[in-house]
């Protein structure tokens, strides 16, 4: 099956501080790419749709100068969480479509656990 | 708007008990069903998608089955390494490519 990585897994930062989140389809081409972030014990809510070469289309409620997305090539997505405090601390999770294999499935990243102190 | 629920919440079987989870949608017009497995800490794991009523699909002790208004995942004489939160999602034919997930069930199977 297709793989889709992210950078950091873990990272632990200051209040205040930018930190950014790298996701890549490692074996295919993701014109599409999803930021989720997950509460524990809560299923996943969808940040973002982020697709090549245009701008993000935030969810409602997300803030879109809060949470940086660039979807700079058909390999690589990032989202930068900038100014960040504590109540952003939650685990961040990206997906991909591979819309090659004549399916609509999407591929999900292992995660990005973000604490912020 | 698409709405999906899962249940039961939560799950607790003895190894081989076999059971099913359900998740029920209201949509659209259904483009795919998705089920995944999620474990502690980690991404969801793509397990089945199903597009049309009546369709099922199998892999190992998981089949997943469709109707109109809802999925089955059937887990046949499990095992405790099957342990973990199975999340059900849809996508509609137009929703800007977005996927509604629903809260999952989280199985537990004790030895």
């Known amino acids: 099956g297709a793989v889709v990585s992210q950078h950091p897994s873990r990272v632990i930062c200051k209040s205040g501080t930018s930190v950014k989140i790298e996701c890549r389809s490692l074996?295919?081409?993701?014109?599409?790419m999803f930021w989720y972030r997950q509460f524990p014990k809560q299923s996943l809510m969808l940040m973002a749709t982020s697709n090549e070469g245009s701008k993000a289309t935030y969810e409602q409620g997300v803030e879109k100068d809060k949470f940086l997305i660039n979807h700079a090539s058909l390999t690589l997505s990032t989202l930068t969480v900038t100014s960040a405090h504590p109540e952003d601390s939650s685990f961040y999770i990206c997906?991909?479509?591979?819309?090659?294999?004549?399916?609509?499935?999407?591929?999900f990243g292992p995660g990005t656990r973000l604490t912020v102190l | 708007e698409d709405q999906v629920t899962q249940s039961p919440e939560a799950l607790r079987l003895q190894e081989g008990e076999s059971s099913s989870l359900n998740c029920s949608y209201t949509?659209?017009?259904?483009?795919?069903l998705f089920w995944y497995r999620q474990d502690p800490g980690k991404g969801p794991e793509f397990l089945f998608t199903l597009y049309s009523a009546g369709e099922e699909k199998e892999k190992e002790r998981l089949k997943a089955t469709l109707t109109k208004k809802e999925s089955f995942l059937h887990i046949t004489a499990p095992k405790p390494e099957d342990s973990a939160t199975y999340l059900c999602a849809v996508r509609a034919n137009t929703n800007a490519g977005k996927s509604t997930f629903g809260d999952g069930t989280t199985l537990t199977v004790k030895p």
């Open positions: 949509v659209s017009g259904l483009r795919g």
């Open positions: 074996d295919f081409q993701a014109t599409t």
């Open positions: 997906s991909a479509r591979e819309p090659s294999l004549g399916e609509d499935t999407q591929y």
